[in-house]
């Protein structure tokens, strides 16, 4: 270390002293920055400053001991080891050692990835661990300089990446990585053979040739990179950083985030970790209960000093719930006046139309009786007629009778009395033109009367009201289709309507075709049902289904409205064109599930279409997002916890209005038998309805166009 006179500083010129006060510095005051006997490491310092000898800095001691007794103030301290570190000493004779400081800007500055780390750390703490991974991977990327990236989530049951989180990617890359397979044509397995092989890969083209990337974004592609996040021997996921034209990322970009992407590891662990711990065993609810026993007793005296401030707000709290309440209910009595008035008007056109047809039937009960009075008459007169011509029937067998006699008479005595044959044969010449016609007009009269008589009789009433037959054969009946194996279904009576019972077992696609129903009615709870729905979207029906749940026991079904399958594991592909004809932009849609990744992964897609998607881990979550959302649509997994899926699809029947069900379900999952348990438990008694008024609801209810139902023979065949 080097003290230097400020005046030499200065060209030689001395400092001018501020006030009379003398110097009073020292080598005794200047204590161990200067006194080589209380600091060991003054000597080495004077030393190092200049290469001067032990004498040499003896010599400067001197000096500067002789420029503070001529009144000097100021001195420059020079540290050789810290180049460029100098400064000017306060006016006091003291000598002090000058260390330099470095900010904790420049260390983050001259070390990116501890910078990284802790902008990591502090994402993970102020985000919830689900919602953490998104403003990660944006980091990440500013970091790296990588224009795009995207976050997938290894799912270790099946074996497969699962997107969860992306930043610039199009549509087509969000496609290649929602669902990474082993094998699968459709996908990109890069990141997937990443994270198998425990490398990092990095494919590069060169500038103008990217066309053998794949295409994650809209612009040209430089270079990819696929970082696998492993815990130890634990796949976590995929990492993958897309570089545009003129940009590469080299292998300094990638190893200096080998440290920080440990954050996004214990980030994704935290997340499953959230979803673990809601299955808290039963030990450490207890152990939990003396941890709250203690914190109560600890917050005894708190709430004891804030009870004044607290019973003021809830005062307060309570007038302004009130005033809700009193609007709530304001608002409840005149929905309830307007459902009382359009109930009026519904029953006043119910009446008027019952008038009418009273009217009508009053009318065809008159029409009716003048009919039988008619045929009455008519058959009274045909009696007589009958009578008439009985008599005449045997007042003309008498006339032939006698008329035989005589010409068996003449016959006897015609060679005597030649004249009486004449006169015999003028008699029966006058006889015959007054008989014959009696009995040609008699027959007609029996065969005009005969049809009259049976189109009157009462079994053919109601038929004088109806259209005619011709009409009645030309005219197309429509034909509803049930999925279930209880044929008593068929004996469901709608007007004009017909009823079939299809097996789900077996072939349903070939039992089928050929017929086009205005509706299908699927009966969840049968055996196979679920299966026969993914076979019939597989063959290419684009209809609607709509389902119910319905006993064998019983001549009563619960409604559930319009329903879809799809099967596990989840393909988010299948699912978004099975959501295509049920939701728009803006739906609210509510999944449920135990398989996080999948629900996060499924999130990210309908997202991206659109759609305001919340999701539940488990039953209890499930039952207050649907009060509180109110969904629209509902993915629901059956594998929810056993039995607990299959008794919310109980609860949302009796929801109004009833959402759109989507639900997942394995191979190896019994639904017939976890439905008929939920149906026998949960159903309310006021909720199943009568098959055949579920059948009319059904039909009442609209389907979006023509376009859009079920399709026969050309869709049928053309989908196998």
Not at 19 to 35: L, Q
Not at 63 to 69: I, P, T
Not at 319 to 331: F, N
Not at 683 to 701: C, T
């Amino acid at each position: 270390m080097i003290l230097i006179p400020h005046q030499q500083i200065l060209r030689g010129q001395p400092m001018s002293n501020r006030g009379s006060m003398p110097a009073t510095g020292s080598p005794r005051r200047a204590g161990p920055s200067s006194s080589p006997g209380r600091n060991p490491e003054g000597p080495p310092r004077l030393r190092a400053a200049g290469g001067a000898s032990g004498a040499d800095a003896s010599a400067t001691g001197v000096a500067v001991f002789d420029h503070l007794r001529a009144g000097g103030r100021g001195f420059v301290v020079t540290d050789k080891r810290h180049s460029g570190c100098s400064r000017i000493v306060s006016q006091m004779g003291i000598f002090r050692r000058l260390q330099p400081r470095a900010s904790a800007a420049m260390a983050l500055a001259a070390d990116p990835a501890a910078a990284l780390a802790d902008r990591l750390r502090a994402i993970a703490a102020s985000e919830v661990p689900e919602d953490a991974l998104q403003p990660a991977l944006q980091a990440i990327l500013q970091a790296s300089g990588a224009q795009a990236g995207a976050l997938c989530l290894f799912d270790v049951r099946y074996r497969l990446l699962r997107l969860a989180a992306e930043v610039g990617l199009s549509d087509e890359g969000c496609r290649l990585l929602r669902s990474v397979r082993q094998g699968d044509a459709r996908g990109w397995e890069v990141p997937l053979r990443s994270l198998r092989d425990r490398r990092i890969e990095r494919i590069e083209a060169a500038p103008g040739t990217h066309h053998h990337l794949p295409a994650l974004v809209e612009a040209p592609i430089r270079s990819v990179a696929c970082v696998p996040l492993c815990a130890g021997e634990t796949p976590f996921g995929s990492l993958v950083l897309v570089a545009l034209e003129p940009r590469a990322l080299s292998e300094g970009d990638i190893q200096q985030l080998e440290g920080p992407l440990g954050e996004v590891v214990r980030m994704i662990a935290a997340a499953r970790r959230v979803r673990a711990a809601e299955a808290t065993p039963a030990a450490e609810d207890a152990v939990a209960a003396g941890a709250a026993e203690r914190a109560e007793l600890l917050a005894v005296a708190e709430r004891e000093r804030a009870e004044m401030a607290v019973a003021l707000e809830e005062a307060a709290g309570q007038a302004r719930a009130a005033e809700a309440a009193r609007a709530a209910v304001e608002a409840e009595l005149e929905s309830v006046r307007n459902e009382r008035g359009r109930r009026d008007t519904e029953l006043a056109e119910v009446r008027a139309r019952f008038d009418e047809l009273a009217a009508r039937g009053s009318a065809v009960e008159s029409e009716t009786g003048a009919l039988r009075e008619t045929v009455a008459a008519l058959r009274t007169e045909l009696q007589v007629l009958t009578a008439g011509r009985d008599e005449l029937h045997a007042a003309l067998a008498e006339l032939r009778a006698e008329r035989d006699r005589l010409a068996a008479d003449a016959e006897v005595v015609r060679p005597a009395h030649t004249p009486s044959e004449d006169v015999l044969g003028s008699e029966t010449a006058e006889l015959d033109p007054e008989v014959i016609p009696v009995v040609t007009v008699s027959a007609p009269v029996g065969e005009e009367f005969e049809p009259v008589e049976r189109s009157h009789v009462p079994a053919a009433a109601p038929a004088l009201a109806a259209e005619p037959l011709a009409g009645e054969a030309g005219r197309t009946r429509r034909l509803v289709a049930v999925l279930d194996t209880d044929p008593a279904w068929a004996g469901a009576a709608i007007d004009g309507t017909d009823v079939a019972v299809v097996e789900p077992a077996g072939d349903v696609v070939t039992r089928l075709t050929g017929v086009t129903p205005a509706r299908l009615v699927v009966n969840v709870a049968a055996p196979g049902a679920l299966a026969a729905m993914s076979a019939l979207r597989a063959a290419g029906a684009s209809g609607r289904f709509w389902g119910c749940l319905s006993s064998p026991t019983s001549d009563k079904a619960l409604p559930l409205g319009m329903i879809e399958a799809t099967t596990r594991p989840l393909d988010l592909d299948v699912v978004l064109a099975l959501l295509a004809g049920h939701a728009k932009r803006g739906t609210r849609v509510v999944t449920a599930g135990a398989d996080g990744d999948t629900l996060m992964s499924l999130r990210h897609a309908l997202t991206r279409q659109g759609l305001s998607v919340s999701m539940a881990w488990d039953a209890k979550q499930a039952v207050d997002l649907f009060d509180a959302v109110r969904p629209e649509v509902v993915v629901l997994d059956l594998d929810l916890r056993p039995r607990s899926a299959y008794e919310l699809v109980v609860r949302l029947a009796g929801a109004s209005p009833v959402p759109s069900l989507v639900l997942v379900y394995g191979d190896e999952d019994d639904t017939a038998a976890g439905f008929a348990a939920a149906l026998a438990r949960k159903a309310p008694a006021s909720l199943p309805v009568p098959r055949d008024r579920l059948l009319a609801d059904v039909l009442a209810q609209s389907e979006a166009s023509p376009g859009q139902r079920l399709e026969k023979v050309r869709a049928l065949q053309g989908g196998r």
